[in-house]
């Protein structure tokens, strides 16, 4: 009686461990989770908005932090994107919070992904927090 309980609670046990293992893993800024197109839209709408304070080439300046390099990668290290997308949605641009749209807020984000040498792939960030909240800022590929 006690063998047919562990057969039948050792493959539950074994789904379950799976499951959580894929969980996770999840998906990473290692997996090409922006397009070069949303890149593209990302550098109009930063060079119009944020590089007044964040500079030109995404370096920072004397109030504001930078958001390439090391200064970024481990201020934003194993957070998600959904954590960065709410930062900006909510504060930024600092002199008109919330001046941006959802949109133009992920089009940075891919923007400063890519300065940061993550690599573009074949599918738009959406403007979804939810979404954005399965995709961890790794600054190391794993």
Known sequence: MNVGRVLVVGP???ALISIVSAQSAGTSVWDG??????????????QSECSNCHG?????????PPLVGGGFTSNWNDLTLG???ERIRLTMPLDSPG???????????????????????????????GALKQIKIEAARR
């Open 12 to 14: 539950a046990a074994l």
């Open 33 to 46: 989770v922006f397009t070069d197109e949303q890149v593209k839209r990302g550098a109009t709408a930063y």
């Open 56 to 64: 030109p080439s995404l370096e920072g300046g004397d109030m504001t």
């Open 83 to 85: 954590d960065l997308f």
């Open 99 to 129: 001046k941006l749209s959802r949109q133009e807020n992920v089009d940075v984000i891919a923007f400063m992904l890519k300065t940061n040498a993550w690599p573009s792939g074949k599918t738009e960030l959406a403007p979804d927090a």
